[in-house]
């Protein structure tokens, strides 16, 4: 099994930051990309970004130039550096992580259990 472990997730007022983390335990043999989804109430899980293997980047329109993403592959750790948060950044957070637990297995993805992160005043 691969386990995701969020954590970072809360309120905070308009223009503020908050860091997200999200750790990836268990039977793994190589992880692929992670990355970071969103879901607003009444609104569809939306990708937020993402990064592949060797550091490649890709950004909802909506966060570039306010949200970093970045990953420590030695500590199987994808981050998120949130900044200028706006209140329509409020959702519940998703970590998601391509992995695959041996040489043989395909890569499949896996989900954390969600962190909320509130933006108001």
């Known amino acids: 099994q691969v386990q995701l472990v969020e954590s970072g997730g809360g309120l905070v007022q308009p223009g503020g930051s908050l860091r997200l983390s999200c750790v990836a335990s268990?039977?793994?043999?190589?992880?692929?990309?992670m990355g970071w989804y969103r879901q607003a109430p009444g609104k569809e899980r939306e990708l937020v970004a993402s990064i592949a293997t060797g550091g490649s980047t890709n950004y909802a329109d909506s966060v570039k130039g306010r949200f970093t993403i970045s990953r420590d592959n030695a500590k199987n750790t994808v981050y998120l550096q949130m900044n200028s948060l706006k209140p329509e950044d409020t959702a519940v957070y998703y970590c998601?992580?391509?992995?695959?637990?041996?040489?043989?297995?395909?890569?499949?993805?896996?989900w954390g259990q969600g962190t909320q992160v509130t933006v108001s005043s």
């Open positions: 998601n992580v391509e992995a695959r637990r041996s040489y043989y297995s395909r890569y499949a993805d896996y």
């Open positions: 268990g039977s793994i043999f190589g992880i692929n990309t």
